[in-house]
């Protein structure tokens, strides 16, 4: 593994307690970084940050990222004990099943773009204000190529991501010239604790659209991840970097 310099690095990660979220915050540490998990599964939360606990400075909290209050709240605690958040991971998400959108449930479909798409914007919310007072900042929001091919029997979950994109080209835009660059991840389909979100014909159905014939490994992403995190990273901002085995087409 080729280690980063993100040596005195603060990094909050959404969804931080198991999956690309938990690759990503071992990536750091490894790294010299110091992370803040949040997650709404406490169990999940104590056992990460356990096993984190050996390779640096763990942080947790339990947090509705859905909730405005909560998301300011988290984000005060963080600069109370941290003083500085340098990172944001915006991971958490929810696939919200699988069904033609006809067929979706209206409230399943409003919590998936609540959860994907209201919430990243949140979390931006309570944390930029602080990396524009210390003119540094790395965002990197974990979309999905059903963003940009748009998946069927997925419509709530594509959408979700396609509007996570358009967010980070805005938001990209508007901090150019602060010293704080966001970029997106687009990844294909990862075997995660998501998958229990899945029917297994649309799982089949991923799987046949990777030209390299095998889902993405979350430490693949977590490498990808914790590069666009480092200073290395230092002239792309507004970009959506694909990681999906040969997937992708633009």
């Given at each position: 593994m080729?280690?980063?310099?993100?040596?005195?690095?603060?990094?909050?990660?959404?969804?931080?307690?198991?999956?690309?979220?938990?690759?990503?915050?071992?990536?750091?540490?490894?790294?010299?970084?110091?992370?803040?998990?949040?997650?709404?599964?406490?169990?999940a939360l104590a056992a990460a940050r356990e096993s984190l606990s050996a390779l640096g400075t763990v942080d947790t909290a339990l947090v509705e990222l859905t909730d405005a209050d909560a998301v300011l709240a988290a984000a005060g605690a963080v600069m109370r004990t941290q003083g500085r958040i340098d990172i944001l991971v915006n991971n958490a998400g929810i696939t919200g099943g699988n069904a033609?959108?006809?067929?979706?449930?209206?409230?399943?479909?409003?919590?998936?773009?609540?959860?994907?798409?209201?919430?990243?914007?949140?979390?931006c919310r309570a944390?930029?204000?602080?990396?524009?007072?210390?003119g540094y900042g790395r965002i990197v929001n974990v979309a999905s190529v059903a963003g940009k091919e748009g998946n069927p029997n997925a419509s709530h979950y594509s959408a979700s991501k396609a509007g996570l994109i358009a967010l980070t080209k805005s938001l990209s835009k508007e901090l150019a010239t602060q010293g704080i660059l966001v970029n997106a991840?687009?990844?294909?389909?990862?075997?995660?604790?998501i998958f229990d979100q899945m029917s297994q014909q649309h799982i089949d159905f991923m799987l046949g659209k990777i030209p390299m014939?095998?889902?993405?490994?979350?430490?693949?992403?977590?490498?990808?991840?914790?590069?666009?995190?480092?200073?290395?990273?230092?002239?792309?901002?507004?970009?959506?970097?694909?990681?999906?085995?040969?997937?992708?087409?633009?």
């Open positions: 080729n280690q980063l310099d993100l040596n005195g690095r603060v990094a909050v990660i959404t969804g931080g307690a198991q999956g690309i979220g938990y690759a990503t915050a071992e990536r750091m540490l490894l790294s010299g970084a110091t992370v803040v998990l949040w997650d709404i599964d406490a169990k033609t959108t006809w067929e979706l449930d209206p409230v399943m479909w409003r919590r998936v773009i609540e959860v994907n798409l209201v919430a990243p914007y949140l979390v944390v930029v204000p602080q990396m524009l007072q210390r991840v687009s990844p294909a389909a990862a075997k995660t604790a014939g095998r889902f993405v490994q979350v430490g693949e992403i977590a490498a990808l991840i914790g590069w666009l995190s480092s200073e290395d990273c230092s002239f792309s901002t507004g970009a959506v970097f694909d990681i999906s085995g040969g997937r992708a087409t633009y």
